[in-house]
T-cell receptor
Framework: SQKIEQNSEALNIQEGKTATLTCNYT??????LQWYRQDPGRGPVFLLL?????KEKRKERLKVTFDTTLKQSLFHITASQPADSATYLCALDYGNNRLAFGKGNQVVVIP | ETGVTQTPRHLVMGMTNKKSLKCEQHLGHNAMYWYKQSAKKPLELMFVYNFKEQTENNSVPSRFSPECPNSSHLFLHLHTLQPEDSALYLC???????????????FGDGTRLSIL
């Protein structure tokens, strides 16, 4: 069966350090992978999209990698700030702009 | 302001009630989506509309009935719901396309639904 796995344990990280989140998937062959941020009581907000033929994508302090051989994406927040505290969702395309989401990984940045 | 507005933000209803959730987008998109988000579970895609036509029904029970009168508005009509239907219902929109999902989706803040 198809699975998208994100770490269920919250990531507690000191301000200024780099947070790294993992998204692993099985039985999918996505052409695109997206990352979203969700704050409590709010809807997800789109952050980054990476194509299967791209190794890495950057946006300000965010970086995403996509390894279709390992079936894995890594999401990095460099120089983390308390305002980065949120839940981060990985989403895989499975055609016609349909997205399958992981459960999300909570990040807590400690001042 | 997300560009996607959902009303009401909270809804409590009995199992025999009929109610509707509303979603409106001002982003010029032609695709709209309903998702269900339950505690400890990932977002579940329920319905997809492209240019007002339903293109996806992800095995959703018939007690949920979507309606898309135009590309800017999406409704979810609710009837005879069960306690397990209590969840956050999220609406999203994007540019429509046919093929791989290279369009970001813009989400509203959801309707928190509680079934008594």
């Amino acid at each position: 069966s198809q699975k998208i796995e994100q770490n269920s344990e919250a990531l507690n990280i000191q301000e200024g350090k780099t947070a790294t989140l993992t998204c692993n998937y099985t039985n999918y062959s996505p052409a695109y992978l997206q990352w979203y941020r969700q704050d409590p009581g709010r809807g997800p907000v789109f952050l980054l999209l990476i194509r299967e033929n791209e190794k890495e994508k950057r946006k300000e302090r965010l970086k995403v990698t996509f390894d279709t051989t390992l079936k894995q994406s890594l999401f990095h927040i460099t120089a983390s700030q308390p305002a980065d505290s949120a839940t981060y969702l990985c989403a895989l395309d499975y055609g016609n702009n349909r997205l399958a989401f992981g459960k999300g990984n909570q990040v807590v940045v400690i001042p | 302001e997300t560009g996607v507005t959902q009303t009401p933000r909270h809804l409590v209803m009995g199992m025999t009630n009929k109610k509707s959730l509303k979603c409106e987008q001002h982003l010029g998109h032609n695709a709209m989506y309903w998702y269900k988000q339950s505690a400890k579970k990932p977002l579940e895609l329920m319905f997809v509309y492209n240019f007002k036509e339903q293109t996806e029904n992800n095995s959703v029970p018939s007690r949920f009935s979507p309606e898309c009168p135009n590309s800017s508005h999406l409704f979810l009509h609710l009837h005879t719901l069960q306690p397990e239907d209590s969840a956050l219902y999220l609406c999203a929109s994007s540019h429509a396309l046919r093929g791989p999902g290279n369009q970001p989706q813009h989400f509203g803040d959801g309707t928190r639904l509680s079934i008594l």
